[in-house]
Structures are given as structure tokens and as C-alpha cells.
């Protein structure tokens, strides 16, 4: 496959994985600097909606800039700018806010990095080159909750190697830990790699005509963007179903968390690892419809989402993690089958009707939105001590239930099981 993909794409891949990678050990990180703190449960995802933030306020702006300026060098700027959120974390800076600038580099980030792939990429190549992005998203999700469990773990606070630095090193930065300190080190190191592997990403040489930059041409030329992309059928399916699916996907990334320590008896460290099992899933799901789907029959894959959501419902009265491994591990892996072609049609249509910066912007502005209604919506229902299993109930039901609705409102008697059957059958022929 690797010989079909444009010189480079290896490079971007591996950049951003471990930018990715980076961001969501420091996720893990910052929660147990929260309960060193011994902050309300609520206040975790309140991380994740300081991260999201930018995402909405910024989108207006952000495909500007992705289209004006070479996508490898706002990549690298960007990776810069989390840098310096991760080390206002480690000067004592609050969570909130360092993550807030964490999240102002990650919303730059996603339109230099989709702009490059809508660009380089044929329309034909589109599912597998999305494959091997969300492989990489998601495994960094994977090994970025693994790597944030175990920098937060006993063995490796209490390890001789820290306690060694710790002593070197004795202050205290702010209200944190010396060792949680040197956890924060480890993930600025990280940014650092991700920022030389940026230099072996391949400009596209893509121009397009500069428009104005005043705030109100940006923001009038985004709004109108934003409808043209929702008011086309093609777009406007995939943009719902992406937009959905991250705004779901974001709730269960703390719902899980939550879930395995209440009712599985997890500590956060081990719990760290159950979340990282759904991501494995999803790559799963991602690598097998990568090499199995056109993007032609991308909306085939829809009633997998009614499956996701009756698996989600189920898993919620498995009792011990031993049994909650291959229940998530199917929750991820349907998840994987149904964002990967939603993706690529999403980011196809994009392009033939907006610009790649503008595109991706409006997907980043719609799915982030979501996520931070869930993140508002999960940490108020977390703060009025609603139970958790009845949160992900909701979700599982109202995942389930958009899809059915979807199926039945927009493609009624042409899509289901057969049609993504018979495309598999014959290898996404």
C-alpha cells in the first residue's frame, strides 16, 4: 500500500502520531495531577472541553492559515505550541489552561495535517490513506493512555529513576508532585521528537487564492462554508455522522474511565489501559475496511452504528475486566469500521466543494462543537452524581437511535447489511 501513497506520507504519519501520542499521556497525567490536587471527579473532563475549545472558537481562522502558509511549517509551529502548554503544566500553571494552549496547537494542527492528504492523495486512494491516518490517531490513543497510565502508576513514581531526578530536581513547580514533574518531562521530550519528524513531511505544493484576512471576511466566508458543506447530501450525511461519532467518542473516553474504576475496581493507571483497549479496536476496525471498502460504498458501513450502540448497552453489565476486554475491543473495532469511510467521504466532498484548509476547518469546528457539549453535558450529569452506566445507556441508545433514523430518513431501501457484505466479498471492488 505504502508504494501507492505519496512520498512523505510515512513521515506525516509519524509525526503525528507521536504529537498525538503526546496529548493524551499528558491527558492521563493531568488527571492524576488532579486528584494529587483533590479536585472533584467532575473536573476531568473539564480537560478535555479546555482542549476542545479552540477547536470552535478558532475554526473561522484556522483553515485560513492552513491554506496560506506551508502545511509542514504550521505543523511544526503548532507541535511548538504544545510544547509550551505541556511546560506551563510542569511550571505550575493550571490544568485548564494548559491545556486550553495544548488545544490551540492540536485545532492548527488537524487542517495542515487532513489538508495534506485531501491534497496529495487521489479520490481513489482516499479510504486507504484515511486507514493508515486513523491507525496512527488511534494508536496513539492506545499507547498515549498506556504510556499516561504507567507515568502515573506506582512502580514508575516510586521507581529508583525518578525518586534519582525527583532529588536532583526537588522543587515542586506549583501544587503538583516532584515525580508527577517528571512525568511532564517525558511528554515534553516527546513534542520534541514530533517536531524534527515534521521536517521529513513533503509540501503538497497546493496554492489557492489568498482571501482577505480581516475577521470579517474570515468568519463570513467560514459561516458560508459551513452550510455549503452541511447542505450537500453526500457532506452533509458524513459531517452528521463524523460529528456524532467524535462528540460520542469523547464522552466514553472518561465514561470508561470512570466505569472501570467504579465498577470494575480499577485503579486509574489500569484503567488507563481498559480505554486504550477500545482504541485498539478501532484500529481493528480501521486497517480491516481500509483494505476491504471503496470509497464509493463509504455510506454502506452506516448500520454498523445501530451494532456499536447495542454493543455499548450490553457491555455495561459485564462484571469483571477479564469479560470487559473483548466487549470493548468489538466496541472499538465497529467504531473503527464506521468512522474510517465516513472520513474519507467527508474529506472527498470537502475538497470538491471548499478549499482543504476550509474543509477540515468546518469538520474540526462540528465535531469539536459536539465534544464540548458532551464534555458540559457528561461533567454536569458527573457533578449531580447521575450514575455513570446510566450516562453510557443514554449514549448507546441515542447512538443506535441516529443511525436507525438516518437509515430510514435518507436511504430508505438502498443501504443495510448486503450491500457492505457483497462489497467485501468482492475486496471493495
Not at 143 to 170: E, K, M, N, R, Y
Not at 172 to 184: D, E, I, P
Not at 187 to 207: Q, R, T
Not at 234 to 250: D, M, N, Q, Y
Amino acid at each position: 500500500m505504502q508504494d501507492r501513497l505519496p512520498r512523505g506520507f510515512s513521515w506525516l504519519i509519524s509525526a503525528q502520531f507521536i504529537s498525538a501520542l503526546a496529548d493524551h499521556a499528558l491527558l492521563i497525567v493531568a488527571i492524576a495531577h488532579l486528584q494529587f490536587l483533590n479536585a472533584p471527579e467532575w473536573w476531568a473532563p473539564l480537560l478535555k472541553f479546555a482542549f476542545t475549545l479552540a477547536y470552535v472558537f478558532l475554526a473561522p481562522f484556522i483553515g485560513n492559515l492552513a491554506d496560506r502558509v506551508c502545511k509542514r511549517r504550521l505543523m511544526a509551529w503548532m507541535n511548538a505550541l504544545k510544547w509550551v502548554g505541556a511546560a506551563a503544566m510542569l511550571a505550575g500553571a493550571p490544568p485548564m489552561l494548559a491545556f486550553a494552549l495544548v488545544g490551540m496547537g492540536a485545532s492548527a494542527y488537524a487542517p495542515a495535517k487532513y489538508g495534506l492528504i485531501t491534497e496529495s492523495v487521489p479520490p481513489s486512494r482516499l479510504v486507504s490513506a484515511n486507514g493508515w491516518i486513523e491507525c496512527a490517531v488511534v494508536m496513539s490513543v492506545l499507547l498515549g493512555t498506556g504510556l499516561g497510565g504507567a507515568l502515573v502508576s506506582s512502580i514508575w513514581l516510586q521507581s529508583d529513576l525518578v525518586s534519582f531526578v525527583a532529588t536532583l530536581w526537588p522543587l515542586t513547580l506549583g501544587a503538583s508532585s516532584a515525580s508527577l514533574n517528571v512525568s511532564l518531562v517525558v511528554i515534553l521530550m516527546l513534542y520534541v521528537v514530533a517536531g524534527f519528524l515534521n521536517l521529513g513531511i513533503v509540501p503538497s505544493g497546493a496554492v489557492y487564492p489568498r482571501r482577505p484576512l480581516s475577521v470579517w471576511h474570515m468568519t463570513s466566508d467560514f459561516w458560508k462554508a459551513n452550510r455549503t458543506l452541511w447542505r450537500d447530501r453526500s457532506g452533509g450525511l458524513s459531517l452528521l455522522l463524523t460529528t456524532v461519532f467524535w462528540g460520542v467518542g469523547a464522552l466514553l473516553q472518561f465514561a470508561v474511565l470512570h466505569w472501570s474504576v467504579q465498577f470494575l475496581g480499577l485503579t486509574l493507571d489500569k484503567a488507563a489501559f481498559m480505554q486504550g483497549i477500545v482504541a485498539l479496536g478501532v484500529v481493528v476496525g480501521a486497517v480491516w475496511v481500509a483494505t476491504r471498502l471503496r470509497l464509493k460504498h463509504a455510506t454502506s458501513v452506516l448500520p454498523v452504528g445501530i451494532l456499536m450502540g447495542s454493543v455499548l448497552l450490553m457491555s455495561l453489565w459485564i462484571p469483571t475486566w477479564q469479560l470487559a476486554v473483548p466487549s470493548l475491543l468489538i466496541l472499538g473495532a465497529l467504531g473503527g469500521i464506521l468512522v474510517v469511510p465516513m472520513n474519507a467521504l467527508l474529506q472527498h466532498r470537502g475538497h470538491r466543494l471548499l478549499t482543504a484548509g476550509q474543509s477540515i476547518a468546518v469538520q474540526g469546528f462540528n465535531e469539536n462543537l459536539s465534544v464540548l457539549i458532551t464534555m458540559g453535558v457528561y461533567s454536569a450529569l458527573i457533578a449531580a452524581d447521575t450514575p455513570v452506566r446510566a450516562v453510557m445507556a443514554f449514549v448507546g441508545l441515542a447512538l443506535a437511535g441516529t443511525i436507525a433514523y438516518i437509515l430510514m430518513r435518507r436511504m430508505p431501501q438502498r443501504q443495510g447489511f448486503k450491500p457492505l457484505m457483497r462489497h467485501i466479498r468482492h475486496g471493495g471492488g
